[in-house]
T-cell receptor, first 112, second 114 residues
Framework: GENVEQHPSTLSVQEGDSAVIKCTYS??????FPWYKQELGKRPQLIID?????GEKKDQRIAVTLNKTAKHFSLHITETQPEDSAVYFC???????????FGGGTRVLVKP | DAGVTQSPTHLIKTRGQHVTLRCSPISGHKSVSWYQQVLGQGPQFIFQ???????GRGNFPDRFSARQFPNYSSELNVNALLLGDSALYLC?????????????FGPGTRLTVT
């Protein structure tokens, strides 16, 4: 089955700096790669996703890149703000509606 | 709020007991998936149901079972609870069990087994 590895496990950045989280996956049949943000005690919230027919996608301060050949994808957050502090999870699946395989999570702390 | 709802919010059970968790999907969504999130880890897929049929099962023991009702709500049942079953149980709904429709998570049920 699919296996998703996520790095780093923790990330501390100064407010205004950029944060980058990287994930690798094992199953070449995966075509959908979402990113979820989970604040303490809350539900995972979809913040951005990318499908295999696209190499990059951007939404304001957040961008994702995908390299299907190398089987890795990354989340980039620019101009970080204290409210970006949370745990971020990457995931992979065949399609958006299929079962998601999650990475282990990255705890991001943005220091004012 | 027309999002995914789950009940109860919190639950404390004793080892060996049985538990039932409930999920109501977003209106119009016909697929429900269940995930287990142990503290400090990513969610792990347990089951997916679409149109009342099981469409996928993760690597969980037979103590875990689920079903989906005609109104697309779902129940997750866990028998003979173990301490290791303590976790946040998340339900996610989607329009369909496959295809380009994203999954949206409910707030979860936090289960503590003592």
């Amino acid at each position: 089955g699919e296996n998703v590895e996520q790095h780093p496990s923790t990330l501390s950045v100064q407010e205004g700096d950029s944060a980058v989280i990287k994930c690798t996956y094992s199953d070449s049949a995966s075509n959908y790669f979402p990113w979820y943000k989970q604040e303490l005690g809350k539900r995972p919230q979809l913040i951005i996703d990318i499908r295999s027919n696209v190499g990059e996608k951007k939404d304001q301060r957040i961008a994702v890149t995908l390299n299907k050949t190398a089987k890795h994808f990354s989340l980039h957050i620019t101009e970080t703000q204290p409210e970006d502090s949370a745990v971020y999870f990457c995931a992979a699946s065949m399609t958006a509606g299929n079962k998601l395989t999650f990475g282990g999570g990255t705890r991001v702390l943005v220091k004012p | 709020d027309a999002g995914v709802t789950q009940s109860p919010t919190h639950l404390i059970k004793t080892r060996g007991q049985h538990v039932t968790l409930r999920c109501s999907p977003i209106s119009g969504h016909k697929s429900v998936s269940w995930y287990q999130q142990v503290l400090g880890q990513g969610p792990q897929f347990i089951f997916q149901y679409y149109e009342k049929e099981e469409r996928g099962r993760g690597n969980f023991p037979d103590r875990f079972s689920a079903r989906q009702f005609p109104n697309y709500s779902s129940e997750l049942n866990v028998n003979a609870l173990l301490l290791g079953d303590s976790a946040l149980y998340l339900c996610a709904s989607s329009v369909r069990g496959n295809g380009p429709y994203e999954q949206y998570f409910g707030p979860g049920t936090r289960l503590t087994v003592t």
